[in-house]
């Protein structure tokens, strides 16, 4: 989510609206999909050729060193799938067109930022390995961050301008003014702590002739978030004179902001307001915007999730997700970060996204090759309600195996529509796929890559699935691999377990010493 405009509006009067801190000794609450991104965006960070994973884990591990060297204790929480009502699509198609275009422009030598595909995964991989707590919420996580910070009375962290709307407690902290690289010590001490901004919601609503709090959730979405974007708003903004109030140069580019913000401070509460804004709008649509705006406007309210439980306790409970009947191993897998939101999307919506990266536009988008292992994940995801587990594969509606992807071609997206395949039939349950053995788990696996068992016994343990997945590559025409390719891509798999080996002697870890063993072959 975002409202338009409003970041820069407060950041341009940052001496009104943020105090300064010096964090230490706390708990924060980190929006983990605003984190990932500023990290990968602002480290210099090669982007053009598939992602400088490497350096980027290195950044996130020196980032949250920074904080434990502070006694600061993050939480992690990254946003999970699409909004199960799917109110936010159309957002969504605009921005993956925006991607498309800034893929583009890098991929002909030009500018611009586009995360590689893997980054999240890696982000993930590195808290793990730090032991930092985070959780994957069931859909957009930003209600469930202001409720947990809330309940601990701690700081946000992230750079989304709807945390400037939220009624927080201790305050957000927006990411670019969080100085985590310039650590300084308390005078006459050796405690560390980092410099950075915290937003006064209250400093705000003061500036604003100490205009009720309660307002701001309604300018939210009179203004433009990601969930509202109605043209007969643009009716009342054109057709109410909106007062500026004393703006200072800075707010001509600011125009709607000041505005809306000045005239909302006049009434009392958000009943009077909303009242007011129908009287500009037809009176056969006032009903229709009236309910799409009061629900638009719960965005804001706090969440059911109690997030505290599954940091405590393990146990996430949304209820969301609860209703939809899934399996409760794919529920924790997915809070645990261990199944992606491409899961969730595929289950609740029967759509999913294919990230876009920067490759050829003229091409064939790399996911194509994928095809058919998304089509066999597809078919293990049918089966998630009990009364369909005895189903014959025919015997299921047509409608029920077709699942649509939102994907690249050249620089336009389309909505592909894409069968599902059946697999095995003793694989097919999914309730029940976390019960099978690990052999037929590993049959499952080579029967959808398409790659023997006899080709892999050869093969180290720690690089078996490299290599089989190699081997599905090489066998599609797609890929068009050349020998340098594939030399190039062993060399890969090599470079990283032998690096290992190089400079850290006497570590007891077989992977290394495998890899010296398929490079010598």
């Not at 962290?157 to 670019?176: A, R």
């Not at 988008?365 to 089966?383: D, E, F, V, W």
């Not at 005895?390 to 997206?413: G, H």
Request: proline fraction near 5%; glycine fraction near 4%; charged fraction near 20%.
């Amino acid at each position: 989510m975002g409202i338009r405009g409003l970041m820069s509006f407060v950041e341009d009067h940052s001496n009104e609206f943020f105090i300064d801190l010096k964090l230490r000794d706390t708990k924060i609450i980190i929006d983990g999909y605003a984190l990932f991104h500023r990290l990968c965006f602002n480290s210099n960070l090669e982007l053009r050729y598939g992602g400088d994973y490497d350096s980027f884990a290195d950044v996130v591990q020196k980032f949250f060193e920074s904080l434990f060297a502070c006694n600061i204790c993050p939480y992690v929480v990254l946003d999970g799938g699409c909004d199960i009502s799917d109110k936010k699509l159309t957002t969504l198609k605009d921005r993956i067109r925006e991607k498309i275009q800034t893929a583009h422009s890098l991929s002909v030598g030009g500018g611009g930022y586009v995360c590689p595909l893997l980054i999240r995964e890696v982000f993930i991989q590195v808290l793990i390995k730090l032991r930092v707590c985070f959780v994957q919420c069931f859909s957009e996580a930003d209600r469930d961050i202001m409720t947990l910070a809330n309940h601990w009375n701690c700081p946000v962290l992230s750079s989304d301008s709807d945390f400037c709307i939220f009624d927080l407690k201790t305050g957000f902290c927006p990411l670019n003014s969080f100085q985590w690289r310039n650590m300084n010590t308390i005078k006459g001490t050796k405690d560390y702590y980092i410099p950075a901004k915290c937003f006064s919601l209250d400093a705000l609503c003061h500036y604003f002739n100490n205009m009720n709090k309660a307002l701001l959730p309604l300018f939210a979405v009179l203004c433009g978030n990601d969930y509202i974007n109605l043209p007969i708003m643009e009716r009342f903004l054109s057709t109410v004179r909106l007062p500026l109030g004393a703006a200072s140069s800075k707010g001509r580019r600011h125009h709607r902001v000041l505005g809306l913000l000045n005239w909302l401070s006049r009434f009392a509460d958000p009943t009077e307001a909303l009242d007011n804004v129908l009287k500009y709008l037809p009176k056969k649509n006032q009903e229709n915007i009236k309910q799409l705006l009061c629900c638009s406007m719960e965005e804001y309210q706090q969440s059911q999730v109690k997030l505290q439980d599954f940091f405590q306790c393990g146990t996430y409970v949304c209820p969301d997700a609860l209703n939809l009947g899934l399996p409760e191993w794919v529920l924790v897998a997915l809070a645990k970060g261990q199944l992606s939101p491409f899961i969730s999307d595929a289950l609740v919506l029967r759509r999913t996204i294919l990230h876009t990266q920067v490759e050829n536009m003229q091409q064939p988008n790399a996911h194509k090759i994928s095809l058919p292992i998304r089509q066999i994940i597809y078919g293990l995801l049918l089966n998630v309600s009990p009364h369909l587990e005895n189903m014959s594969w025919n015997a299921l509606p047509s409608q029920t195996l077709v699942f649509s992807e939102v994907e690249r071609i050249n620089k336009n997206i389309i909505t592909s529509m894409v069968d599902a395949v059946e697999p095995p039939r003793d694989h097919s349950v999914l309730r029940k796929l976390t019960e099978l053995s690990l052999a037929r788990k590993q049959i499952l696996l080579l029967e959808t890559l398409k790659v023997k068992q006899t080709i892999l016994d050869p093969i180290p343990t720690s690089l078996k699935l490299p290599i089989a997945v190699s081997c599905y590559w090489l066998q599609h025409r797609e890929a068009k691999a050349k020998l340098h390719h594939l030399q190039a891509l062993l060399l890969g798999m090599l470079m990283g377990p032998l690096q290992a080996m190089i400079n850290g002697p006497g570590i007891v870890d077989p992977a290394p010493r495998q890899a010296q063993c398929l490079a010598a072959r």
